[in-house]
Antibody
């Protein structure tokens, strides 16, 4: 079955960097787009970034453009999110999700919590 | 940029009752519309895509409908496990991106 496992979250000071990972299994990772979606404590869902199946195209929410970078290693079935210049409003649970049906978030990981605080 | 407005913010019903959740888009002409369920402490789960297509393993009591700017998720007879938060979502091709509604909390009356 499809499984997505995020890691890399933790407590980080404002202005610092963090890299999240998402290891995929149970489907042909290299055939599908992938996404990051976040959820601030007690709030709703916010799309963060998307990468095409081959990494050739990437899109970002305005709130993270220029600070976050999405990438993938299809040989390792792994998705990444490099987060720079972190701010307090980046505090959230970060989920990875796949794009088996284009335009939607079909399967989700369990999420990893990022807390930006001094 | 697409804005999705969900109503009501909170819906209080009893098991066995019918639930009707609404999602209104700020722009029409977009055929992408999905619904997700999020139970407390869990990741969201895709319920409905393309307005009315149930995802794999989703019970038949969940149905989606609508067109243009107005969309509806209906749960025909509520089960205890259906009490959760529901989000609608659309994809925008330009500017490229994805938008979620603010959510409707379905709570036990």
């Amino acid at each position: 079955q499809v499984k997505l496992v995020e890691s890399g979250g933790g407590v980080v000071q404002p202005g610092r960097s963090l890299r999240l990972s998402c290891v995929a299994s149970g489907f042909s990772f290299s055939s599908y787009g992938m996404h990051w979606v976040r959820q601030a404590p007690g709030k709703g869902l916010e799309w963060v970034a998307t990468i095409w199946f081959d990494g050739s195209n990437k899109d970002y929410a305005d709130s993270v453009k220029g600070r976050f970078s999405i990438s993938r290693d299809n040989s390792k079935n792994t998705l990444y999110l490099e987060m720079d210049s972190l701010r307090g409003d980046d505090t959230a649970v970060y989920y990875c999700a796949n794009d088996m049906e284009p335009g939607y978030f079909d399967y989700w990981g369990q999420g990893t919590l990022v807390t930006v605080s001094s | 940029e697409i804005v999705l407005t969900q109503s009501p913010a909170t819906l209080s019903l009893s098991p066995g009752e019918r639930a009707t959740l609404s999602c209104r888009a700020s722009q029409s002409g977009n055929s992408y519309l999905a619904w997700y369920q999020q139970r407390p402490g869990q990741a969201p789960r895709l319920l409905i895509s393309d307005v009315s297509n149930r995802a794999t393993g989703i019970p038949a009591r969940f149905s989606g409908s609508g067109s243009g700017t107005d969309f509806t998720l209906t749960i025909s007879s509520l089960e205890p496990e259906d009490f959760a938060v529901y989000y609608c979502q659309q994809r925008s091709t330009w500017p490229p991106g994805y938008t979620f509604g603010q959510g409707t909390k379905l709570e036990i009356k």
